[in-house]
């Protein structure tokens, strides 16, 4: 199964995939958490992502489809993945087709996680991200069971630096340009579904259940 998770940052997108990727025993494959990971090992790739994450810009497409095609060839993604922040351009939508097509495959969901504005800035000022495991908590909606702690390694939570409120709003207007057409671009292929992501976590998961079956 090939499943794409669409929404604003902050929507819930990683929280989703990541239980998804349990369920349906596929790979969560996170285009942030690659760039994040790159950075921490202070890799050529995570020098030239940081410049652009930093600002709260995207990453060129070149750089981003790259990274993803490479990604695609290690054996765990063989029976399908679920993507977390890839596609975010209609260009990127369009490399991941013609590489899909290539081998007469095609993306089978687009989940739109469905959340306005008005409650991402809250949504992200909440998240605290680990610097071991990169586990994302939120501060009131998903506490960890000791503050500042990772249940999972017992590492630090630090809140991202492009989780600041400033930033934030830049990445909001960058999505509303450049991430939500491809909302469009599914419903044209069929593909699109969308849950609403203001309700619990649980909640969100259940639909979309319902949908992939
Ligand atoms: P969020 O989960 O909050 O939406 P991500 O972790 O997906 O954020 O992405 C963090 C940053 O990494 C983005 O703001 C962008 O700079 C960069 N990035 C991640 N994925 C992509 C992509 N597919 N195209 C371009 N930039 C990307
Ligand atoms: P994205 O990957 O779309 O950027 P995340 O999954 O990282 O979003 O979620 C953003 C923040 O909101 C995190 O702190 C997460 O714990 C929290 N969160 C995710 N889903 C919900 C929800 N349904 N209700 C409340 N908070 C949520
Ligand atoms: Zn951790």
């Known amino acids: 199964m090939k499943i794409i998770m669409l929404g604003a940052p902050g929507a819930g997108k990683g929280t989703q995939a990541k239980r998804i990727a349990e369920k349906y025993s596929i790979p969560h494959i996170s285009t942030g958490d690659i760039f994040r990971a790159n950075i921490k090992n202070?890799?050529?790739?995570?020098?030239?992502?940081?410049?652009?994450?930093?600002?709260?810009?995207l990453v060129p497409d070149e750089l981003v489809v790259d990274?993803?095609?490479?990604?695609?060839?290690?054996?765990?993604?063989?029976?399908?993945?679920?993507?977390?922040?890839?596609?975010?351009?209609?260009?990127?939508?369009?490399a991941?087709?013609?590489?899909?097509?290539?081998?007469?495959?095609s993306v089978d969901f687009a989940i739109?996680?469905?959340?306005?504005?008005?409650?991402?800035?809250?949504?992200?000022?909440g998240r605290r991200a680990c610097v071991g495991c990169g586990a994302t908590y939120?501060?009131?909606?998903?506490?960890?069971?000791?503050?500042?702690?990772?249940?999972?390694?017992?590492?630090?939570?630090?809140?991202?630096?492009?989780?600041?409120?400033?930033?934030?709003?830049?990445r909001l207007s960058v999505y509303h340009d450049q991430t939500q057409p491809l909302i469009d671009y599914y419903n044209k292929k069929n593909v699109l579904?969308?849950?609403?992501?203001?309700?619990?976590?649980?909640?969100?998961?259940?639909a979309i259940v319902d949908i992939l079956g």
């Open 42 to 57: 202070n890799t050529e790739l995570g020098q030239k992502a940081k410049t652009y994450m930093d600002k709260g810009e």
């Open 67 to 94: 990274l993803i095609m490479d990604r695609f060839k290690q054996a765990d993604a063989a029976n399908g993945y679920v993507l977390d922040g890839f596609p975010r351009t209609i260009p990127q939508a369009e």
């Open 96 to 105: 991941l087709d013609k590489a899909l097509e290539a081998n007469g495959e």
């Open 112 to 125: 739109n996680v469905e959340v306005p504005d008005e409650n991402i800035i809250n949504r992200m000022g």
């Open 138 to 170: 939120h501060i009131q909606f998903n506490a960890p069971k000791v503050e500042g702690i990772c249940d999972t390694c017992g590492e630090k939570l630090i809140l991202r630096d492009d989780d600041k409120p400033e930033t934030v709003k830049n």
């Open 193 to 206: 579904r969308e849950v609403d992501g203001t309700q619990a976590m649980d909640d969100v998961f259940k």
